[in-house]
């Protein structure tokens, strides 16, 4: 029972010591209406199908001047990619007007400038055993 109690500190004690955190700097931000609603992929297939290996919610009241900063924690070393909705209206879906987006979007460390969604691979990024910052830049249709 000792050992059994021992393994288990051991495997939570390793767990946590290998963690990363995320520091996601938000440029470009309109209002201070809503909130983001992050977005944590691996993979290209888990994007597509919007399968996030984690969510996150970050209100955007405390925004100044266009900006704000939150961070994502506990994440294992590896390749991740973030997508973000800006949430205006906080129905956790992107609204649209004729065809366009209505609300504001955006990925880690790139800004999309098509008009189609971007891949994976664009906006991937590796996390590996040091924290990480990284950038998003809000954009508006």
Same mark, same amino acid.
Request: with cysteine; charged share 25%.
């Given at each position: ?43 290209? #297939? ?13 209100? #955007? ?27 205006? %209206? ?33 906006? %991937? ?17």
């Amino acid at each position: 029972m000792k050992n059994l109690i021992l393994l288990s500190f051991i495997v939570v004690f390793a767990s946590t010591t290998i963690a990363q955190t995320i520091t996601i700097n938000f440029t470009n931000i309109r209002n201070n209406k809503g909130q983001f609603c992050l977005g944590v992929y691996t993979n290209q #297939k888990d994007y597509a199908n919007k399968v996030a290996v984690k969510k996150q919610k970050v209100m #955007k009241a405390t925004m100044k001047d266009g900006k704000l900063t939150a961070k994502i924690e506990g994440l294992a070393p590896g390749t991740y990619g973030i997508a973000l909705l800006d949430d205006e %209206d906080f129905d956790r879906k992107m609204a649209y007007g004729f065809l366009l987006p209505k609300e504001g979007f955006a990925f880690s460390d790139y800004y999309h400038k098509g008009m189609s969604k971007p891949s994976f691979e664009d906006f %991937d990024f590796v996390l590996g055993k040091e924290d990480k910052t990284i950038e998003m830049k809000i954009r508006y249709l």
